[in-house]
Every structure is written in C-alpha cells, then in structure tokens.
C-alpha cells in the first residue's frame, strides 16, 4: 500500500512538471523559455529549429528557472527538458520578424506602435537594432527591442534619411546622427513645424537654443534659458557678432510686454538677452529702457550692469555714418558754388578770347581743340583749380563710402553674417567668396578653426586685425593685438588682465571688425572693375541713369586733371562785375586760403539746412563774415 501511494505521488509530481513556452514569437525578438515544478539539478535543454540545434543548461531554483532564448530565423522550434521522471517538451513558431512601417496611427514596431503626429515622415531606416524617421528639424530614434526613444534636432530641415545613419539636409548636406553641436541654418518656417512635433512628442530636456524658438517666451523657465545660453556657447555663437533672427526679437519684445505684468521675468529675460545675443535689431534702446525700468525698480546696481555694457557694445558696432548724407549734400553745393562762381567770374574775359574762335559754343564747332583751352578752369588760378579739384575728390569719395557703407551695413544685416556666428556652413561658403585679401583671410581662417585647424593658421598669419593675431599662440603676436586692441575682452582673458561682461571666450572679429573687412573687400573690388562696382552700388539713383553719371563723374574729374595741364589765360576782369560776383559768393575773396573755404562750406551747411526746413543762421553768419571781409579789403584798397 506504500508504495502504491508513494508511486502515485511520483506520478503526480512529474504531471505537473510544465515546460512553458509561447506560442509565436518574432524571428530575431528575445523570447523566455519557463520551466515550473521542477526538481533538484542540473539539467539539459535542448533547442532544435531551422538552424540546427542549440544546446543549454538549465538549474532550477525554488522549482523553476527563466531562460532567454532568440530564434535567429523563421519556422518552427521543438524545446526538449531532460529530467529523472521523463523528457517535458514543448513547441513554438518563430514568425518574420515585423517590419517597422509607418501607419496613421505612428511608428508600427515588434513591441508595438509609437505614436508620432500627423505630417510627412521620412523614413524608416532600419540600423541594426535601431529605426530612425524624420521630419523637419526633428529625427526620432526608436529601439526594436523595447520602447527605448532618442530625438536630436537638425541645424537644417532634414530631406532624406540613408545608411551610417546619416541625414541629407536642404542644400545637399549630409551629417551624421547624432547630429554634431552646429549653428541652426534652418528658417522660421521650419520653426514652425517643429513646435506641433515638441508639443506631441515633448523630448526630454535641454533642447538646442533654436527650438527654444518655438516656445511662447513667457513660459520659458530660468532652467531653460540658462540651457539656451549654454547650447548658443557650443554652437559657436559670439555676442561680438549680430543677430537678426526673430526668435530674439520675440524674446526683446515678451521682456518689454512683461515689465509691468511680471518684472521678474522680464529681467531674467532682458539678462539673458544681454549674456548671449546682445546685438538685435534695437538692442541698445532696449538695454537703455531695460537700465531705466530696473532703477524704478529699486535695482540702481543692476541697471548701471545694463548701462556699462551699452558702453562696451557700441564699440562692438559699426561706425555711425548718418550724417554722411548731409556732408555730401554739403560737398555738393560747396563743389556747384566754387564752380560757378569760377565761371561768373573769369566769364568777360572768356568771352573776349573767345570772340576770334566763333564764340562761346560755336568754338567747339570751328576751332575745337583751341576751344579746350579756353575752359573756365583754364583762367582761374593754381590755388582754385587745386580747391576745385580736391572738393571733387573729397565728393566722389564721399559717394563711394556711401555706397560701400550701405552695401557692407546690408550684407552685415542680412543671412548668413545676420545669425550670430562666422561658422556656419553658409557663412563659410560666403566667406570663401570673398577677394584673397588679409582682411577676409583673417575672417576666413576664424570660420575654419574649428574643423582645419592647418589651414586656418596660415590664413591667420596674412592677417594683422587683433583678433587674428590673438589667435596665433603665439606671445609676440598676443602682444601685439593689445596694443592694437588694449580693450578688446578676450585679449585682455588671454594675457590675465581681467574680463568683459562676457567672460572668457575665444578671440573673435566683432561686428566693427566685420564691417571694416568688408570695407576693405569693396574697395578692392572697385579698383578691380570701377564700372561694374559703380554700377552695383546701392545709391539712390535709378538704374538706367547710373551708367550716365559714372561716365559724367569720370568726365569731370579728367576735365579737372586737364586743366592744371592749361596754361593760365591772361585777361583783366572789370572791378565792378568782380566785386559783383564776389558779393554773393562768400570765401571767394581768398578760396585759395583756409578762412575762404571754411566760409565756402559755412554757407554750402547753411543752404542745406534750409533745404532741410531748418533756421537761415549758419547762412547769415557766413554772409555776414563774407561782407566783414568785404568791406575790410575795400577799405585796404587803394
């Protein structure tokens, strides 16, 4: 009777011995082989499928064990337990492992679906154990074997997706992914198309400062403007430098709009301005109002912080030129009455010479090259045609630094010299455009820096700005930028002088060095090609006449050359009609002399003025000089 019943509980024990399998399972997905009231031991496993048999070893702990196992192929699998009281066995099927596949519903995986937001995703790509897809800015990175996600953020939008894996960005650009920390090149449309995807996806984080863009500024926490500050650093962005994009603008305009609602923030956001885009469109009428709100605040310290860095980045910013539009009009009117009073006054005796070569015009006709040398220049003396020829040059050069200053004032304000940095791929692209002057081969070998360290020393070396020399390594040349640049931040970090109100960074061309640069690179390119330069400059001229006035202009100036090659004609000017003409020319009693051209350009401000709906005084004071002096050399006549 024993042992019948201990043959019975044998029999019931090795029943509930199980083998536990599932079912199906994906090809190349793990799978848990489970065995359950087992006993004592070690024991043999044994796996046979389509790819051979794999054999394994199993030790049952607390009358069970838990083994992986991945079938690597398609078809069906018999598992085989060894044990005392008899084999357990158990079958399962190995499926095609699940295609990722985009769907509607988002991301259709083995484990499952991630849902993505609606729009045109690119994709998938298949690497290894990893699936990217992408839209815009944004690509999203996905395991296979669990709902382990990653995002990284392109510079630019994202127009194709291919093995290593890599993204080909607009422009034909390709990257690895992940990304490298590069300088956004994207546009506000691409902006806006990442916002929907952060808000649906919401990646962890810090972000890239530019999709720090899409959020409204009022909600950005100190957190996130300090990572925005950090990333804008790592990007190669300098506060040296301009920037125009509008998500800066947004954030000046939301510290402006939160001053009386939330002060706090307001300044956190107008400091953050300060610290890492410094120069935008109005950016010290806005740190001055910033100055003036934080002392009605009760922060006097804080806002003369605001005030001295006003002082530091104007010296940052390009030369004020607005009132060159009025000393040309000045030179102008000073060039037009020298002229006409030099053709009122030698006018009788010109007409005398002229009167035996068929007259005023009709010597070009007869006699034309005896004409020439009867110009109204051809009377007037050494001292007056070399006053006359330099206010012409002083005019004409005038116009050109008008021209270059508005040409160089669009391309600093405009992609790609208008988003903060000198590394970005467009701006390297421009950059390398430029003449092979010292000028723009130090720009260039600061751009190069980072990624052709070689390349870039040597184009450093044909440059003498502070910044280039700075960044030789040299001590002689550190030396000798700050003597060039005593003030300069980064040079002064550099020899242990102390700080600006950025800190310690690399030496870097401000906005002013940039502009002298380009300065520089339009000159050269009108001493290159005069006509074609002349003709490209942005001067209030319509097109059709600039042709005519370069021609006039060069006309003009050779009539001036020609004249000091004219002998001087011999002819008495009446008393009367000299003292005439004379009284309403002022300066004309010696323009030859300091005080009559000063005179002469007292008078040319005055008349400009009164264009300009001004007072008459600076056109009364010259006149009333003018007479002074008049009646003072009658009265010394004999």
């Given at each position: 009777?024993?042992a019948?019943?201990?043959?019975?509980a044998?029999?019931s024990?090795?029943?509930?011995?199980?083998?536990?399998?599932?079912?199906?399972?994906?090809?190349?997905?793990?799978?848990?082989?489970?065995?359950?009231?087992?006993?004592q031991?070690?024991?043999?496993?044994?796996?046979?499928?389509?790819?051979?048999?794999?054999?394994?070893?199993?030790?049952?702990?607390?009358?069970g064990?838990?083994?992986?196992?991945?079938?690597?192929?398609?078809?069906?699998y018999?598992?085989?337990?060894?044990?005392?009281?008899?084999?357990?066995?158990?079958?399962?099927?190995?499926?095609?492992?699940?295609?990722?596949?985009?769907t509607?519903?988002?991301?259709?995986l083995?484990?499952?679906?991630?849902?993505?937001?609606?729009?045109?995703?690119?994709?998938?790509?298949?690497?290894?154990?990893?699936?990217?897809?992408?839209?815009?800015?944004?690509?999203?990175?996905?395991?296979?074997?669990?709902?382990?996600?990653?995002?990284?953020f392109?510079?630019?939008?994202?127009?194709?997706?291919?093995?290593g894996?890599?993204?080909?960005?607009?422009?034909?650009?390709?990257?690895?992914?992940?990304?490298?920390?590069?300088?956004?090149?994207?546009?506000?449309?691409?902006?806006?198309?990442?916002?929907?995807?952060?808000?649906?996806?919401n990646?962890?984080?810090?972000?890239?400062?530019?999709?720090?863009?899409?959020?409204?500024?009022?909600?950005?926490?100190?957190?996130?403007?300090?990572?925005?500050?950090?990333?804008?650093?790592?990007?190669q962005?300098?506060?040296?430098?301009f920037?125009?994009?509008?998500?800066?603008?947004?954030m000046?305009?939301?510290?402006?709009?939160?001053r009386?609602?939330?002060?706090?923030?307001?300044?956190?956001?107008?400091?953050?301005?300060?610290?890492?885009?410094?120069?935008?469109?109005d950016?010290?009428?806005?740190?001055?109002?910033?100055?003036?709100?934080?002392e009605?605040?009760?922060?006097?310290?804080?806002?003369?912080?605001?005030?001295?860095?006003?002082?530091?980045l104007?010296?940052?910013?390009?030369?004020?030129l607005?009132?060159?539009?009025?000393?040309?009009?000045?030179?102008a009117l000073?060039?037009?009455l020298?002229?006409?009073y030099l053709?009122?006054?030698?006018?009788?005796?010109?007409?005398?010479d002229?009167?035996?070569?068929?007259?005023?015009?009709?010597?070009?006709?007869?006699?034309?090259?005896l004409?020439?040398?009867?110009l109204?220049?051809a009377?007037?003396?050494l001292?007056?045609?070399?006053?006359?020829?330099?206010?012409?040059?002083?005019?004409?050069?005038?116009?050109?630094?008008?021209?270059?200053?508005?040409?160089?004032?669009?391309?600093?304000l405009a992609?790609?010299?208008?988003?903060?940095?000198?590394r970005?791929?467009?701006?390297?692209?421009?950059?390398?455009?430029?003449?092979?002057?010292?000028?723009?081969?130090?720009?260039?070998?600061?751009?190069l820096?980072?990624?052709?360290?070689?390349?870039a020393?040597?184009l450093?070396?044909?440059?003498?700005?502070?910044?280039?020399?700075?960044?030789?390594?040299?001590e002689?040349?550190?030396?000798?930028?700050y003597?060039?640049?005593?003030?300069?931040?980064?040079?002064?970090?550099?020899l242990?002088?102390?700080?600006?109100?950025?800190?310690?960074r690399?030496?870097?061309?401000?906005?002013r060095?940039?502009?002298?640069?380009?300065?520089?690179v339009e000159?050269?390119r009108?001493?290159?090609?005069?006509?074609?330069?002349?003709?490209?400059?942005?001067?209030?001229?319509?097109?059709?006449l600039?042709?005519?006035?370069?021609?006039?202009?060069?006309?003009?100036?050779?009539?001036?050359?020609?004249?000091?090659?004219?002998?001087?004609r011999?002819g008495?000017?009446?008393?009367?009609?000299?003292l005439?003409v004379?009284?309403?020319?002022?300066?004309?009693?010696?323009f030859s002399?300091?005080?009559?051209?000063?005179?002469?350009?007292?008078?040319?401000?005055?008349?400009?003025?009164l264009?300009?709906?001004q007072?008459?005084?600076?056109?009364?004071?010259?006149?009333?000089?003018?007479?002074?002096?008049?009646?003072?050399?009658?009265?010394?006549?004999?």
């Amino acid at each position: 009777m024993r042992a019948l019943l201990a043959a019975l509980a044998l029999l019931s024990a090795a029943w509930a011995q199980t083998l536990v399998v599932p079912p199906e399972v994906p090809a190349g997905s793990p799978l848990t082989l489970e065995g359950q009231n087992l006993p004592q031991g070690r024991f043999p496993l044994v796996v046979e499928g389509p790819t051979g048999r794999t054999s394994l070893e199993v030790e049952p702990q607390g009358g069970g064990f838990r083994q992986t196992f991945v079938p690597q192929a398609p078809g069906e699998y018999r598992v085989r337990l060894s044990l005392p009281s008899g084999p357990l066995e158990a079958r399962f099927a190995a499926l095609p492992p699940v295609q990722p596949e985009l769907t509607p519903e988002g991301l259709r995986l083995p484990w499952g679906v991630l849902p993505l937001p609606g729009g045109s995703w690119l994709g998938p790509l298949v690497q290894g154990e990893r699936v990217f897809v992408a839209q815009g800015l944004l690509v999203v990175e996905v395991s296979l074997r669990d709902q382990e996600v990653a995002y990284h953020f392109a510079p630019a939008r994202v127009v194709a997706l291919r093995p290593g894996p890599e993204a080909v960005l607009l422009g034909e650009r390709v990257l690895p992914i992940p990304f490298p920390p590069l300088p956004f090149e994207g546009t506000e449309a691409d902006l806006r198309a990442l916002a929907p995807l952060l808000q649906a996806l919401n990646p962890p984080k810090p972000w890239p400062y530019f999709a720090y863009w899409t959020q409204d500024p009022k909600e950005l926490s100190p957190e996130d403007l300090a990572a925005y500050g950090q990333d804008l650093k790592a990007r190669q962005h300098r506060p040296e430098l301009f920037f125009g994009q509008p998500g800066v603008r947004r954030m000046a305009e939301a510290s402006r709009a939160l001053r009386q609602q939330d002060p706090a923030k307001a300044r956190l956001l107008a400091q953050t301005l300060l610290e890492h885009t410094p120069l935008f469109p109005d950016s010290l009428a806005f740190f001055r109002e910033t100055a003036a709100f934080l002392e009605a605040q009760g922060q006097p310290a804080e806002a003369l912080r605001f005030r001295e860095a006003e002082k530091v980045l104007r010296t940052w910013l390009p030369p004020n030129l607005s009132a060159l539009p009025t000393t040309l009009g000045v030179l102008a009117l000073a060039y037009l009455l020298l002229l006409a009073y030099l053709f009122l006054f030698y006018l009788p005796a010109q007409l005398r010479d002229l009167r035996a070569l068929g007259g005023y015009l009709g010597g070009f006709l007869r006699h034309p090259l005896l004409r020439l040398r009867h110009l109204h220049l051809a009377y007037a003396s050494l001292g007056e045609r070399f006053l006359a020829l330099l206010l012409l040059l002083a005019l004409l050069s005038l116009l050109l630094l008008a021209g270059f200053h508005q040409r160089v004032r669009q391309s600093l304000l405009a992609p790609p010299l208008d988003q903060g940095t000198l590394r970005s791929e467009a701006a390297l692209e421009w950059l390398r455009q430029l003449p092979p002057l010292p000028e723009s081969k130090g720009l260039l070998g600061y751009a190069l820096l980072p990624q052709n360290p070689k390349e870039a020393q040597a184009l450093l070396k044909a440059s003498q700005a502070p910044f280039a020399l700075a960044l030789r390594g040299e001590e002689e040349a550190l030396a000798q930028a700050y003597l060039r640049a005593p003030l300069a931040g980064p040079i002064r970090t550099a020899l242990g002088l102390g700080e600006d109100p950025w800190g310690e960074r690399e030496a870097g061309p401000s906005l002013r060095d940039l502009y002298l640069a380009l300065l520089r690179v339009e000159l050269a390119r009108f001493q290159e090609d005069p006509w074609k330069a002349f003709l490209s400059l942005p001067l209030p001229l319509p097109q059709g006449l600039r042709p005519w006035a370069f021609a006039g202009l060069l006309l003009l100036l050779l009539l001036h050359l020609l004249a000091f090659f004219l002998p001087r004609r011999k002819g008495a000017v009446p008393p009367s009609w000299a003292l005439a003409v004379r009284l309403f020319v002022p300066g004309s009693l010696g323009f030859s002399a300091g005080v009559g051209l000063l005179l002469l350009l007292l008078t040319a401000y005055g008349l400009t003025g009164l264009l300009q709906g001004q007072g008459p005084w600076p056109l009364l004071l010259a006149y009333g000089l003018h007479l002074l002096a008049v009646v003072w050399s009658l009265r010394r006549s004999p």
